[in-house]
C-alpha cells in the first residue's frame, strides 16, 4: 500500500505560479507512471500531465507550455510546477501513481488539494 500526500495548493492571481508536491510514503516500484489530474466544480476528472519511469511526459493541451512535471526519486515526491496560471485552472488537483509490480498492477491516488486563481 502507498499512501500520497499532496501540498502546495492555494490562491493565486492570474498570471501566478505555484508548485504542487506529492510524496509517497515508500519507494514506487518501476515500471510506473507518476500523473497529476485536475477536477473543476462541476466538471469530471481531467488529465493534466504524466510522467513515467522512462522519463517520458505528456501534458493536456490546455496546459502545455505553462505546466511541467517532475520527480525526485530519492524523496519519493512529484512535482507540477504551474505558471501563468489562469482562471480555469481552479481546480481540486489529484495526484495518482501506477506501479507495476510481478503479481499486479496497482494504482494510488492523493487526496486532493485546492487550487484557486482568482483576482
Known amino acids: 500500500q502507498v499512501q500520497l500526500v499532496e501540498s502546495g495548493g492555494g490562491l493565486v492571481q492570474p498570471g501566478g505560479s505555484l508548485r504542487l508536491s506529492c510524496t509517497a510514503s515508500?519507494?514506487?516500484?518501476?515500471?510506473?507512471?507518476m500523473a497529476w489530474y485536475r477536477q473543476a466544480p462541476g466538471k469530471e476528472r481531467e488529465l493534466v500531465a504524466t510522467?513515467?519511469?522512462?522519463?517520458?511526459?505528456n501534458y493536456a493541451d490546455s496546459v502545455k507550455g505553462r505546466f511541467t512535471i517532475s520527480r525526485n526519486n530519492a524523496k519519493n515526491t512529484v512535482y507540477l510546477q504551474m505558471n501563468s496560471l489562469k482562471p480555469e485552472d481552479t481546480a481540486v488537483y489529484y495526484c495518482?501513481?501506477?506501479?507495476?509490480?510481478?503479481?499486479?498492477?496497482?494504482?494510488?491516488w492523493g487526496q486532493g488539494t485546492q487550487v484557486t486563481v482568482s483576482a
Open positions: 495518482n501513481v501506477r506501479e507495476v509490480t510481478s503479481t499486479a498492477l496497482n494504482e494510488y
Open positions: 510522467l513515467n519511469s522512462a522519463s517520458t511526459t
Open positions: 515508500r519507494s514506487i516500484f518501476s515500471p510506473n507512471a
